[in-house]
């Protein structure tokens, strides 16, 4: 975060900050279980950008059926 503040960067993009479905290290391994481990490294980025005046941009889905999720994955998550 440090060396984007040096270049004069103020946002980025963080692909897969927000959606981690099917990796074990990823906030939701499966549908049915949470990762709370997960979830303290995505506040660590949070904090560290915040720190920094760097913005982040976190998008929660896609359209596109990858192993991180896609909208089915990210709506079967909100209905549980």
């Known amino acids: 975060m440090n060396a984007l503040n040096t270049m ?3 946002t980025i993009r963080s692909q897969t900050l ?4 099917g990796n074990p290290l ?8 949470r990762n709370p ?4 490294t995505i506040d660590w980025t ?9 913005r982040l ?14 909208r089915f994955v990210f709506f079967t998550l909100v209905r549980h």
């Open 37 to 40: 481990q997960a979830f303290n």
């Open 57 to 70: 941009q976190v998008p929660l889905m896609d359209n596109y059926g990858y192993y991180r999720g896609d």
């Open 46 to 54: 949070v904090f560290q950008a915040r720190q920094h005046g760097i």
């Open 18 to 21: 927000g959606k981690s479905v």
């Open 8 to 10: 004069g960067i103020r």
């Open 26 to 33: 990823g906030a939701w391994p499966t549908l049915q279980t």
